[in-house]
């Protein structure tokens, strides 16, 4: 049996910018990527801590060392500058294998630079 199991977390980003008329998806910059082993194209899922809007989407690298977080094309209407997002991906795995998983997640400070990391 596969079960559906938290990948990577990314704690408490900023969103940076919003573009409406961009093809949807997040921006993210490449150097939190890689920190939470997500790539691009990957599914994520994105929780607004500051309005309880939750959503699917992708993700698109943004410049390494930029702190862009950006929310595109529809997810535009779900955030604003400023807002606190909670991004996660999720992995499927046997149950023998997820017992003894462990995500990867990803603590930022209010400019979006890693403070920490498990």
Not at 1 to 9: A, E, F, H, V
Not at 23 to 45: F, M, R, Y
């Given at each position: 049996?596969?079960?559906?199991?938290?990948?990577?977390?990314i704690?408490?980003?900023?969103?940076?910018?919003c573009?409406?008329?961009?093809?949807?998806?997040?921006?993210?910059?490449?150097?939190?990527?890689?920190?939470?082993?997500?790539?691009?194209?990957?599914?994520?899922?994105?929780?607004?801590?500051?309005?309880?809007?939750?959503?699917?989407?992708?993700?698109?690298?943004?410049?390494?060392?930029?702190?862009?977080?950006?929310?595109?094309?529809?997810?535009?209407?779900?955030?604003?500058?400023?807002?606190?997002?909670?991004?996660?991906?999720?992995?499927?795995?046997?149950?023998?294998?997820?017992?003894?998983?462990?995500?990867?997640?990803?603590?930022?400070?209010?400019n979006?630079?890693?403070?920490?990391?498990?």
């Open positions: 049996m596969l079960r559906t199991i938290l990948k990577s977390k704690q408490k980003a900023v969103v940076t910018e573009n409406l008329e961009y093809s949807g998806s997040i921006t993210i910059t490449s150097d939190i990527l890689d920190a939470a082993d997500i790539i691009s194209n990957e599914k994520v899922q994105v929780v607004n801590l500051n309005n309880g809007n939750r959503i699917e989407t992708y993700v698109i690298p943004g410049r390494k060392g930029s702190g862009v977080i950006g929310m595109n094309g529809g997810a535009a209407r779900c955030a604003v500058p400023g807002d606190r997002l909670l991004i996660m991906s999720y992995v499927q795995m046997e149950t023998k294998d997820a017992l003894g998983h462990d995500p990867k997640i990803i603590y930022l400070d209010t979006n630079k890693i403070i920490d990391k498990k």
